[in-house]
């Protein structure tokens, strides 16, 4: 949402001309309204402070907002004092404009080794990254949730369930938005089958980039949403559900 990537890479020094109206997210928000499913959106501090309004609209949609560090920094490889700095500044962001949020995914993946103990401080419930890179085999193995250090669910995910895996970064080169629902709708039909968990990311400015990318998210959505198999439900609400019943030992 907005320019905080850019902002983090140096590539700006604050909004730009996609803050007025942050791209992809007026069509995501109405196909999530179309399909009645809610969904998490990961969000960068940076954007609560400058795109407030843009972030507010989300949960009066009935959407779940978490963090995502401050302007998308690789969290994983700061040292301590930065990773504090990050994710206070984040969290006092969204506590201004009157959000409380309760997870994290860490920008890039990899939540890194000072991450835990700051989330536990602010009162987060969850935690949503991974401990490996894109290109390494254990991607294939589908992590399950699982419990970090005794109690702070861990809701993991795989690189090849990324809208921007298929459209930018695919071993094979970009693939179009038919390979990219095919993929995805093999990963729900394996769902059906063989029940489980599994995390889905699209990014609005990704999968809403064009009519063509739009409809297959559109597909994908109205399959899982007709599933009789398969529950949708936010990221929060899966963290709970998983900590409460024991999945997650």
Known sequence: ???AQAVGKREAAGPGSDDLGPAGYPEAIALLSETGLKATFFIEGWNALHNPQAVRRLVEAGHEVAMHGWVH???GSLEQVDVERVLLDAYAA???????P???RAPGGWRGPHVLPILRRLGLLYDSS???GFDDPQDALAPAPHILEGDFPNLPWQWSSIDYFHYAMHPAGPQSPAQMKENFLGKL???????????????AFVSC????RSQALREILEYAERSAAIDVVTANE????????????
């Open 94 to 100: 969204f506590r201004r404009i009157g959000i409380t």
């Open 189 to 203: 039909r394996k769902l059906e089958e063989d029940g489980g968990f599994q995390t889905f990311i699209f990014h």
């Open 102 to 104: 309760l997870g994290f």
């Open 209 to 212: 980039e064009t009519e063509e």
């Open 1 to 3: 949402m907005g320019s």
């Open 130 to 132: 991974v401990e490996h």
């Open 73 to 75: 920094e690789a969290i």
């Open 238 to 249: 899966a963290a709970r559900i998983l900590s409460g019943n024991g999945i997650c030992a």
